[in-house]
């Protein structure tokens, strides 16, 4: 599955975390500055995240574990406290 498909996957199952993903990977925003574009925390931007990134890799269950986008997602997943 692609980074798109996969996006609007995403989206179908909770749309503020597929925003998440497309303004942390595609935009470059920090969790702050995520936080301050949609409004809300960044414990909660924080929780999403991780929650996002439990869904793509659902969805990507049967990819390469060495594409760049789940290896950048793996790195960023690994430093939120």
């Known amino acids: 599955m692609a980074l798109d498909e996969a996006l609007i996957d995403l989206t ?3 749309p503020r975390k597929a925003q998440i993903v497309e303004m942390r990977f ?3 925003l920090t969790v ?3 936080g301050e574009v949609l409004k809300v925390s ?3 931007i924080k ?3 991780r929650a996002a990134y ?3 890799l659902t969805l990507w269950k049967n990819a390469d574990p060495d594409i760049p986008v789940l290896k950048q997602a793996r790195a960023e ?3 939120l406290p």
Do not use: H, Q
């Open 42 to 44: 960044t414990g909660t």
């Open 12 to 14: 179908r199952i909770d």
């Open 54 to 56: 439990d869904d793509l």
């Open 77 to 79: 997943y690994a430093r």
């Open 32 to 34: 702050e500055e995520i």
């Open 47 to 49: 929780r999403d995240w």
């Open 26 to 28: 595609f935009g470059g």
